[in-house]
């Protein structure tokens, strides 16, 4: 009897009753039973609305797409081609030609530069010491110099001394006026004279050995030094930055990457049938994705004679007609000097080829000023 009430529900502390419950238990589900159930067809009817919404979406995105594109790139003539690349810029290095510390950087990445403009300086105080010491040298040997020579007026001096005293003693001698141990003294006076001069120009050409060899070293250092100030070969910008100040670097470190704007390129791969009509010297424009209305007048530049992504032995014909071959077309180096704040490497764009001269370029596709 205990355990039955201890099972009954408790309502406010107190036990309810087992029937009370039951019946309010049969009155709920009484209850539910009159409410609105909803129809079973009404989500899926949903379902196929939200599908056919959907699709009509990317109906209407892809007719206006290809509008849009067929706006911007209308069908082309038969002697023209096109393929996909990126603009590149021919990559400069601008490295250090003996080892060292780098002292000074005056330009960053991004900075446009010009021919011949410092854009590092390496530490070349070891060099400039060396420079000291050459310079030294050759002021020494420039001394010595004016010693030998002077030593040489000396002697010829004495030579021309001594030819004059044994021309007297020869006219003495023969006039029986002085005697023949005399003739030989003034002789022997004269040979001493003549190798003293021979001596004395001998001193004066080692000293000029010795001053050109100063100077030889004194240029060597002085190219030494103007070789680690490191200067910009051609105009562009800077695209990288390899190493920073305090960095020692050996023979050959690169401190700089240098887009050369005078040398922009596209590169496109054409199947054979389309690359054996294209020649170096064919028209082309480059349409970037940035600028898809501004096209860009350039030339072909390079044919590639071997062809990519394929095996090297080829059997049928028709994996042959699968072959693809690398065409360089490049923009005019004038025209790239005009905009060169405008060229930047990397983009995406097409590539039109006009191989077949006698085509006119669609209005799309005229050069742009």
Known sequence: MDLQQSERPEKDGHPEPLNETLAANETLAADGAHLPVPAAGAPRRLRVGLIVASLAAVLLLAGGGGYWWKQLHPSLPAGISYGNGRIEADEVDIATK????IADL???????VSPAQVVARMDTRDIEQSLSKSEAQGREAQHAIE????VLTQQKA????AAQEIERTRELVKNGWATRELLDQRQQQLDAANAGVVVAQAQVSRAQRALDAARHDTGFYRVQIADNTLVAPKRGRIQYRLANIGAVLPAGGKVFTLLDFSYVYMDIYLPTEIAGKVKVGHEARIVLDAYPTHPIPANVSFVASKSQFTPKTVETKSERDKLMFRVRVRIDQQRLLTHSDSIRSGLPGVTFIRWDPSIAWPKNLEAAP
Not at 98 to 101: E, I, L, T, V
Not at 147 to 150: I, P, R, W
């Open 98 to 101: 003996y080892a060292g510390r």
């Open 106 to 112: 005056f330009v960053d990445i991004g900075d446009m």
């Open 147 to 150: 010693q030998a020579e002077a």
């Open 158 to 161: 004495q030579q021309t001394l």
